[in-house]
């Protein structure tokens, strides 16, 4: 075992402090990461404060990361010492089910998460990247190109593999009306993506002062949520909406302004369910309401790829270790543009 060092909650809403702790030795397929920078998601919080249940202390949060290969198992090829790499959500599944031989880890019953889940060989608790360094198997680690700004690639392991992947699934191109609920973590990255994939896109936002940034960030048009006329101006128009919305909210608002075969996709994960959608608004159009989970590897690849290409990634704040319970707050007020990422230079062995 191999000893490091991290920030940690070690109770439920205990504010994250220094942590200890050890990583597993080399085994012939994994690859050692120094860490170099994590990004902090909105689910770095409910975990920490056991907001969605299951939550095993202490964690050490951190799903986004990006680093360099600093030793490689005898049984590596793809990787080599020095290496910039990331690791996103996932650092293992059970590889046979029919979700893992599509490439869809994400669904996989025994996928193993990057931290607050159990390591698949031994059943310890995995810990994330608020740490100096990981060791994680070699077909959960991910190449990051020499073009790409490695602080602002950070949040792509989650924040941006977690919009691509619903508008590649579903087709989004050009000619398509898309809608993008919220501009955050998520929100951000859905309008740089869809922009990309060449939709006219629409952002909904409860905030009139977001409206300039928005369209910087790809926006077409800005609707205020809030504003019934704004609203009523858009029923039936949309091929597909993407509500990145982490907090309850009326669904019904959408699900009118979806045309007929129209798909509400959900991405953001609620502490309290939605209200129960009015279900003539689906059945008379055809109208759908789906969800969607981050990405397989192969998929994550695939944007890393498409990142790198298109001079896309994301807009940040970078901040010492020291600060992430201060980052903490200002997530909840929506105080961040887009994604707090910690340097983990800041972090002392």
Not at 173 to 197: C, Q, Y
Not at 287 to 292: E, Y
Request: hydrophobic share 40%; aromatic share 8%.
């Amino acid at each position: 075992m191999q000893k490091t060092i991290g920030y940690a909650a070690l109770q439920q809403n205990a504010p994250l402090t220094p942590f200890s702790f050890e990583r597993r030795d080399l085994r012939a397929t994994d690859v050692q990461i120094d860490i170099l920078y994590c990004g902090v998601c909105h689910s770095d919080i409910h975990q920490t404060r056991n907001e969605w249940g299951g939550a095993t202390f202490p964690i050490v949060p951190g799903h986004e990361i990006v680093g360099k290969v600093s030793k490689i198992g005898e049984a590596v090829t793809q990787f080599k010492v020095g290496d910039n790499v990331g690791v996103g959500c996932l650092v293992d599944s059970c590889r046979t089910c029919p979700d893992c031989e599509d490439h869809l880890e994400q669904f996989c019953n025994k996928a193993s998460f990057t931290y607050n889940s159990p390591e698949k060989v031994t059943g310890v608790n995995n810990y994330g990247g608020y740490s100096k360094q990981i060791v994680v198997n070699h077909d959960f680690v991910l190449h990051i190109s020499d073009k790409l700004n490695l602080a602002e690639t950070a949040p792509l392991l989650c924040a941006g593999i977690t919009t691509y992947s619903p508008l590649k699934h579903w087709n989004i191109g050009k000619g398509d009306k898309v809608g993008i609920v919220g501009l955050g973590g998520l929100g951000h990255m859905g309008l740089k993506f869809a922009h990309a994939f060449g939709a006219h896109v629409v952002l909904f936002t409860t905030t009139p002062a977001k409206a300039e940034d928005a369209k910087r960030l790809g926006a077409d048009e800005v609707v205020i949520s809030t504003n019934a006329e704004n609203m009523q101006a858009h029923l039936g128009s949309f091929d597909f909406i993407l509500n990145t919305v982490a907090a309850p909210h009326n669904l019904d608002d959408y699900t009118l302004l979806l045309k007929r075969d129209g798909v509400l996709c959900l991405v953001g994960v609620p502490d309290h369910p939605h209200a129960s959608p009015t279900v003539s608004h689906l059945i008379f159009k055809r109208r759908s309401i789906v969800g969607s989970l981050i990405g397989g590897l192969k998929e994550t690849q695939e944007m890393l790829d498409f990142c790198a290409e298109h001079g896309i990634s994301s807009d940040i704040e970078i901040i010492p270790i020291q600060q992430i319970n201060e980052a903490y707050q200002r997530v909840l007020k929506s105080d961040v543009k887009y994604r707090f990422v910690i340097d983990l230079a800041s972090l002392e062995l």
